[in-house]
């Protein structure tokens, strides 16, 4: 059990520090020609921005589904989100009964691991010195909310359309940006101008994140994606998968931000964390 409950820790921290890893990779995006960018594609990405899921507060219930090489595991789980301020994850295997809980703000990122009795809590700045990467809050917000992002930014708006380069089909369109380290971005809108997936890559294409929205229903008068399937890739083989099914979505209504630190629990640091990680 306790192993089990390691590995669950390591997945969920891993694809969120990834998440973070990537698409926040550098503060400021490479711009893109105004060269091609036709008025039909400028009023295109005006209608993917007008389909941005807007919200002050966002709680949700959750299944969680975790498939790795060895194993696949299963949790209850409940997020929380405060717009531009929080992001938190409970995972709860029985109702009442934390496992496992992850805080990310807007300047660091916290961790409770109560089966092992230890804990991490350690600035973005701090984990920059190690690996020599910028984060950034605001795009992992993004990811778990199904809205486009320039990577680096805070906000976007609809004149920042140059900085893609989109491309489309009969059915779906493809929105393609990078940022100055040449990591690789790809953002996918069905016919409704709706995203169904996000995808960014290293730059030569080894690592690889896949975020992929679906299920769509009405939360609050807009679409949400109720299923969300995220996977992290890595020299062609898949390191693993999460599948976060969504349960009656809560918009705008009251938060409490709650991470009390249990006493005589033990502190790890962020280099232990990716550590664990190349272990895995």
Same mark, same amino acid.
């Given at each position: 059990?306790?192993?089990?409950?390691? #590995?669950?820790?390591?997945?969920?921290?891993?694809?969120?520090?990834?998440? %973070? %890893?990537?698409?926040c990779?550098?503060?400021?995006?490479?711009?893109?020609?105004d060269?091609?960018?036709?008025?039909?594609?400028?009023?295109?990405?005006?209608?993917?921005? *007008?389909?941005?899921?807007?919200? #002050?507060t966002?709680?949700a219930?959750?299944r969680?589904?975790l498939?790795?090489?060895d194993?696949?595991?299963?949790?209850?789980?409940? $997020?929380?989100?405060?717009?531009? *301020?929080?992001?938190?994850?409970?995972?709860?295997?029985?109702?009442?009964?934390?496992?496992?809980?992850?805080? %990310?703000?807007?300047?660091?990122?916290?961790?409770? *691991?109560?089966?092992?009795?230890c804990?991490?809590?350690?600035?973005?700045?701090?984990?920059?010195g190690?690996?020599?990467? *910028?984060?950034?809050?605001?795009?992992l917000?993004? $990811?778990f909310?199904?809205?486009?992002? %320039?990577?680096g930014?805070?906000?976007?708006s609809?004149?920042?359309?140059?900085?893609?380069?989109?491309?489309?089909?009969?059915?779906?369109? !493809?929105?393609?940006?990078k940022?100055?380290?040449?990591?690789?971005?790809t953002?996918v809108a069905?016919?409704?101008?709706?995203?169904v !997936?996000?995808?960014?890559?290293d730059?030569?294409?080894?690592?690889?994140?896949?975020?992929?929205?679906?299920?769509f229903?009405?939360?609050n008068?807009?679409?949400?994606?109720?299923l969300?399937?995220?996977?992290?890739?890595?020299?062609?083989k898949t390191?693993?998968?999460?599948? &976060?099914?969504?349960?009656?979505?809560?918009?705008? &209504?009251?938060?409490k931000?709650?991470?009390?630190?249990?006493?005589?629990?033990?502190?790890?640091?962020?280099?232990?964390?990716?550590?664990?990680?190349?272990? $895995?």
């Amino acid at each position: 059990m306790k192993r089990n409950s390691w #590995n669950i820790q390591i997945f969920i921290t891993g694809l969120l520090i990834f998440s %973070l %890893l990537t698409a926040c990779k550098s503060k400021t995006v490479a711009t893109g020609s105004d060269t091609g960018i036709s008025k039909s594609e400028e009023a295109f990405f005006a209608s993917v921005l *007008d389909q941005t899921f807007r919200f #002050n507060t966002l709680s949700a219930r959750l299944r969680l589904e975790l498939q790795l090489p060895d194993k696949n595991m299963s949790s209850r789980a409940h $997020l929380k989100m405060i717009h531009n *301020d929080c992001i938190q994850l409970s995972i709860q295997p029985l109702p009442g009964m934390e496992m496992f809980r992850i805080e %990310l703000t807007k300047d660091s990122a916290k961790m409770i *691991d109560r089966k092992n009795n230890c804990y991490m809590m350690e600035s973005y700045e701090k984990m920059k010195g190690k690996t020599k990467i *910028d984060f950034n809050f605001y795009n992992l917000q993004s $990811l778990f909310t199904n809205n486009i992002f %320039l990577p680096g930014e805070k906000e976007l708006s609809g004149r920042q359309f140059q900085h893609f380069h989109i491309t489309k089909s009969r059915n779906t369109a !493809s929105l393609k940006t990078k940022d100055e380290a040449d990591m690789l971005y790809t953002f996918v809108a069905d016919g409704n101008e709706k995203l169904v !997936s996000t995808t960014i890559y290293d730059p030569d294409e080894t690592n690889i994140l896949i975020w992929e929205y679906s299920d769509f229903k009405s939360v609050n008068k807009q679409r949400f994606p109720f299923l969300m399937k995220a996977r992290l890739r890595s020299d062609d083989k898949t390191l693993g998968m999460a599948k &976060l099914t969504f349960s009656k979505p809560e918009v705008d &209504l009251p938060v409490k931000k709650d991470f009390k630190i249990p006493s005589g629990y033990k502190r790890i640091t962020f280099s232990q964390i990716i550590q664990s990680l190349e272990t $895995l």
